[in-house]
């Protein structure tokens, strides 16, 4: 026995806290321009003088850069997962997620205790008394940055969707809550002959146009308005939403099952993509984690397990459920009209 795993859990901050930085001051983006020393890098990022070799070295020991040589010539790069995942230049960039986590989540979290002991959100609602979306719709520049921070901890799953589930059966999808349109993007750039409609709130629209355009796939994916909880879904051989159940509590996730089931002809698929935690709640932390940051947005949302979804449906009037491991912590949850 020894306390190494208590104190890596308990001192994780440092680690988190010192990568969120490095995101939200552009440290990646910068190297992927020009290696260079710790004092070139320091004053190209406008850091003082005091941390910068204990913030650069820390990010080596990480191992999210690598140093040629000691001392002040040394000199720093990303390292190859950095250079591709966390340069904001890359098209694979998915440190929006990670944006996102610094500005919002890192202080949110601080109030856990508070979240536990009366089961309230911790976020904006706090300060201005608006839910989460509400507020974030009012901040276009806010609205924006959640939107790539979605896309950048999606991309992934969508990809091993459309790979993993067996489209060939079906012609038209419906992604419900799609934002930026990337689950539609990437089924239709797989799967060429399917037609594909991501539906979101009006003010999303624009966006998911953009996204669109820029991804070459107009004429298979078509954005649309849609209030979930006003407008029936539009019918579709597939209907999916991505990390959408979570975000609610049991009345209105049975609602949108209900939705999806009344949008589908027989023997179509309603597909949720979340980190769908183990039945025994013993193995997904990042699962169990997200659930309790469910607690910290909306109080009353939560995520679930495979059991959990299989039993929804079927009260829904699904048949089949199965459960399709995707991209790490994720899953697929897939019920069969
Ligand atoms: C957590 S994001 C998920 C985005 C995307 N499906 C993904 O997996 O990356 C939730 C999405 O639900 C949308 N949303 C929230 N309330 C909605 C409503 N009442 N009707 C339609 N969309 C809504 C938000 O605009 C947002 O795009």
């Known amino acids: 026995m020894d306390p190494d795993h208590i104190m890596q859990v308990g001192m994780g901050f440092f680690a988190s806290k010192t990568l969120l930085s490095a995101v939200e001051l552009g440290v990646f983006t ?14 190209r990022l406008g850091l003082h003088e005091r941390g910068r070799r204990d913030f650069f070295d820390g990010l080596v020991a990480l191992g999210f850069l690598e140093r040629e040589g000691e001392g002040s010539d040394a000199v720093y790069s990303n390292a190859p997962d950095s250079a591709a995942f966390l340069d904001r230049n890359e098209r694979t960039y998915i440190g929006g ?19 536990l002991q009366t ?24 609205l ?34 799609g934002a930026t349109g990337l689950l539609s993007t990437i089924v239709a750039q797989h799967h060429p002959h399917m037609s594909c409609t991501s539906c979101d709130l009006s003010v999303v629209r624009p966006i998911a146009e953009r996204a669109c355009a ?17 407008d029936p879904i539009p019918p579709a051989d597939v209907v999916t939403m991505g990390m959408i159940l979570h975000d609610w509590n049991l009345e209105k996730k049975m609602h949108l099952i209900r939705a999806a089931y009344d949008a589908l002809p027989e023997g179509g698929a309603f597909i949720v993509v979340e980190n769908i935690i183990d039945d025994d709640r013993r193995e997904n932390v990042f699962g169990l984690m997200m659930s309790l940051n469910m607690l910290i ?3 009353d949302a939560f995520d679930f397990t495979g059991a959990d979804f299989a039993g929804w449906c079927r009260e829904a009037g699904f048949r089949d459920i199965e459960i399709l491991p995707l991209a790490g912590p994720a899953s697929a949850g897939i019920a069969y009209k």
């Not at 190297?31 to 004053?43: R, S």
């Not at 939107?147 to 991309?155: E, K, V, Y």
């Not at 820029?214 to 006003?230: K, M, N, Q, Y």
Request: aromatic letters at 12%.
């Open 297 to 299: 947005e909306f109080g």
């Open 30 to 43: 910068e190297l992927a321009l020009k290696t260079d020393n710790a004092d070139g890098l320091g004053n």
């Open 144 to 177: 924006e940055q959640f939107m790539h921070a979605m896309s950048g901890i999606s991309a992934g799953n969508f990809h091993a969707l459309a790979e993993k589930f067996d489209f060939s059966r079906y012609q038209t999808l419906s992604d419900v809550g």
């Open 97 to 115: 997620i990670l944006e996102m986590a610094n500005a919002r989540l890192y202080p949110f979290w601080a109030d856990l205790t508070e979240a």
């Open 214 to 230: 820029a991804a070459g796939v107009t004429e298979h994916v078509t954005p649309v308005d849609l209030d979930f909880f006003a």
């Open 119 to 142: 089961g309230a959100p911790q976020n904006e609602i706090k300060v201005t008394g608006r839910p989460m979306f509400e507020e974030l719709y009012a901040d276009p520049a806010r």
